[in-house]
């Protein structure tokens, strides 16, 4: 099976920080890639598909870049409400395996 | 508006069997698969398998294979996951979510925990 592999497994900005985070998968993926935010006691939301497709309603300094084996996820100014733990998500084929979640704080 | 419906929190003891529901709303339920998910306390996200709505074919995360089962109900626009012979290590948050187009899940429903204790 593909392992997905996130990187930080945690990570501390300050407001207005440029934050990126890693997803590394162990074979090509091509684009199938999604990235997911949850906030503490919350459900799951969908933020970025497609490895680039900003998710409706999901503010512009989110964004996602990547194919093949390596994906990014860019907060290009970081907000205090984007305190969360990030989980990218393989969808190429079964089992549709999350990476190991990556936490951001303030 | 898409709407999972998730049924509620269920306290089971070592060795039984949990069914959850998953309750679909606001598309055609056939149209699109149905993922689950669990979280364990403090853990993350783990994929425990798929089912398309459109002819129940199932995908299993091999290490469940033998004690999960899910199934539809496309009367009721209902999916079901059972997970038997449980375990303490299966307390866990569990989500069913809306795959769209085999590449996302948009929708998620509320969660149910599940708690294995004797």
């Known amino acids: 099976d593909i392992r997905m592999t996130q990187s930080p497994s945690s990570l501390s900005a300050s407001v207005g920080d440029r934050v990126t985070i890693t997803c590394r998968a162990s074979q090509g993926i091509r684009n199938y890639l999604a990235w997911y935010q949850q906030k503490p006691g919350k459900v799951p939301q969908l933020l970025i598909y497609?490895?680039?497709t900003l998710q409706s309603g999901v503010p512009s300094r989110f964004s996602g870049s990547g194919s093949g084996t390596d994906f990014t996820l860019t907060i290009s100014s970081l907000q205090p409400e984007d305190v969360a733990t990030y989980y990218c998500?393989?969808?190429?084929?079964?089992?549709?395996?999350f990476g190991q979640g990556t936490k951001v704080e303030i | 508006q898409v709407q999972l419906v998730q049924s509620g929190a269920e306290v089971k003891k070592p060795g039984a069997s949990v069914k959850v529901s998953c309750k679909a709303s606001?598309?055609?339920?056939?149209?699109?698969?149905i993922i689950w998910v669990r979280q364990a306390p403090g853990q993350g996200l783990e994929w425990m398998g798929w089912i398309s709505a459109y002819n129940g074919n199932t995908n299993y995360e091999q290490k469940l294979l033998g004690r999960v089962t899910m199934t539809t109900d496309t009367s009721t626009s209902t999916a079901y996951m059972e997970l038997r012979s449980l375990r303490s290590e299966d307390t866990a948050v569990y989500y069913c979510?809306?795959?769209?187009?085999?590449?996302?899940?948009?929708?998620w429903g509320q969660g149910t925990l599940v708690t294995v204790s004797s």
């Open positions: 998500q393989k969808f190429n084929s079964a089992p549709q395996t």
């Open positions: 979510a809306r795959d769209y187009g085999g590449s996302h899940c948009d929708y």
């Open positions: 606001g598309y055609t339920f056939t149209n699109n698969a």
């Open positions: 497609a490895a680039s």
